[in-house]
Each structure stands twice: as structure tokens, then as C-alpha cells.
T-cell receptor, first 109, second 116 residues
Framework: SQQGEEDPQALSIQEGENATMNCSYK?????LQWYRQNSGRGLVHLIL?????REKHSGRLRVTLDTSKKSSSLLITASRAADTASYFC?????????FGQGTELSVKP | GAVVSQHPSWVICKSGTSVKIECRSL??????MFWYRQFPKQSLMLMAT?????????EQGVEKDKFLINHASLTLSTLTVTSAHPEDSSFYIC????????????FGQGTRLTVV
């Protein structure tokens, strides 16, 4: 079963704009992770936010977590064409990592 | 560090044949490996969890006789798709967790299986 639901399913923006993706999950979590997948490739870990954290930054990435609403968001600032990929949130569930539906981001140069 | 290598990256096979996909942790010992299946433009669906030296735990709805998983060493897990059919065509991805039990997962590059 999917742990997370993401929106939007697809997002198309111009280079330089910011991209925001949202993730909602169902059960209590210890942490929430965001991954990136280029077309036809494996996943790359981007950032992890623990349940006692509200916000975390890594370069152009900013992640927020609201445990009361069971939701998280990933913000990519000053987007680049190379950011074009699918982005997934994932949360551990019983030792397994369960993924959200993903957001397909397209950044046009 | 924390590199996971998956091989082959793509394979085409005939219906009825079996295909083996390898997942290796190159610079760490993977006590647990996970196998996922991904359909086009969809998310990753967990198929099974394998622990070194023990039988894999399959998710509900995944046929264990169809998808044979072996995790014989701390650096290698294999997924064998037996008697493959066109509906088994998909993208298969492995991930590994190391002894240090770091919270993030490390993924292989994925294998595109096409059954004709």
C-alpha cells in the first residue's frame, strides 16, 4: 500500500522559478525522505527530515514537515532544466520504505 | 560511498524463459535489500524484502514462486523472474540498507525488463 500521496502529479515551470511539491501520509512516522528519479534510472536520496524537525535546508532544497497534518513539502528554488525529474516522498513503515505517487517536474529552459 | 550496482540495466527475453537480476552493494555490507517494481509514470511498489541468509518476505499479492529472491551474501541479492510473461515487463529497482542502518536507502540503477 502506498504510504504517501503527492500533489501535483505533474508540474511544469520555467527555469528560475520555484517548484513546490506536497506529500501527505497516513500513519505516524519517525522521518520522511525525498528522492529524485531521472527518467529510466534509479532513485537518488535528496533529503531526510525527522519527525521532531519542522524545516530543513540543503542547497536549493527546502523541506517542511507538519506532523499534525501528516504532510510535507519540498521546495526547489531557482529551478534549472537539470532539475527535470520525478520526485518522490517516502516514509519508513515497519522497516520498509514506502513511496508516494510522485510528482513529475518539468523545468523548461 | 554507499553505491548500489544493479545488473543488467536492460534485458529482453522470450516468454517462458527466466531472467536473473543482480543487485550488489559495492562499498558497504547490505544486511537488508528491497526489490521494487515500477510501471511507467507510476510510483515504486515494494515487492519483497530480503535479509542476508534468510528467506525473503514478500508483499501481499507478489508471487514468491514467480519472483525468486536470494540474498546469499552481505553484498549481493538476486531477483529471478521465472517463466516470464509479457505482463512481467516492467522496471525493477533494488535498494539496500547497510549495517549502520542509516535511515536513507541507496538504490540501484534499475533494470528494464521486456518480455516478448
Amino acid at each position: 500500500s502506498q504510504q504517501g500521496e503527492e500533489d501535483p502529479q505533474a508540474l511544469s515551470i520555467q527555469e528560475g522559478e520555484n517548484a513546490t511539491m506536497n506529500c501527505s501520509y497516513k500513519t505516524s512516522i519517525n522521518n520522511l525522505q525525498w528522492y529524485r528519479q531521472n527518467s529510466g534510472r534509479g532513485l537518488v536520496h535528496l533529503i531526510l527530515i525527522r519527525s521532531n524537525e519542522r524545516e530543513k535546508h540543503s542547497g536549493r532544497l527546502r523541506v517542511t514537515l507538519d506532523t499534525s497534518k501528516k504532510s510535507s513539502s519540498l521546495l526547489i528554488t531557482a529551478s534549472r532544466a537539470a532539475d527535470t525529474a520525478s520526485y518522490f516522498c517516502a516514509a519508513p513503515q515497519g522497516g520498509k520504505l514506502i513511496f508516494g505517487q510522485g510528482t513529475e517536474l518539468s523545468v523548461k529552459p | 560511498g554507499a553505491v548500489v550496482s544493479q545488473h543488467p540495466s536492460w534485458v529482453i527475453c522470450k516468454s517462458g524463459t527466466s531472467v536473473k537480476i543482480e543487485c550488489r552493494s559495492l562499498d558497504f555490507q547490505a544486511t537488508t535489500m528491497f526489490w521494487y517494481r515500477q510501471f511507467p509514470k507510476q510510483s515504486l511498489m515494494l515487492m519483497a524484502t530480503s535479509n542476508e541468509g534468510s528467506k525473503a518476505t514478500y508483499e501481499q499479492g507478489v508471487e514468491k514462486d514467480k519472483f525468486l529472491i536470494n540474498h546469499a551474501s552481505l553484498t549481493l541479492s538476486t531477483l529471478t523472474v521465472t517463466s516470464a510473461h509479457p505482463e512481467d515487463s516492467s522496471f525493477y529497482i533494488c535498494s539496500a540498507r547497510d549495517r549502520e542502518a542509516r535511515l536513507e536507502a541507496f538504490f540501484g540503477q534499475g533494470t528494464r525488463l521486456t518480455v516478448v
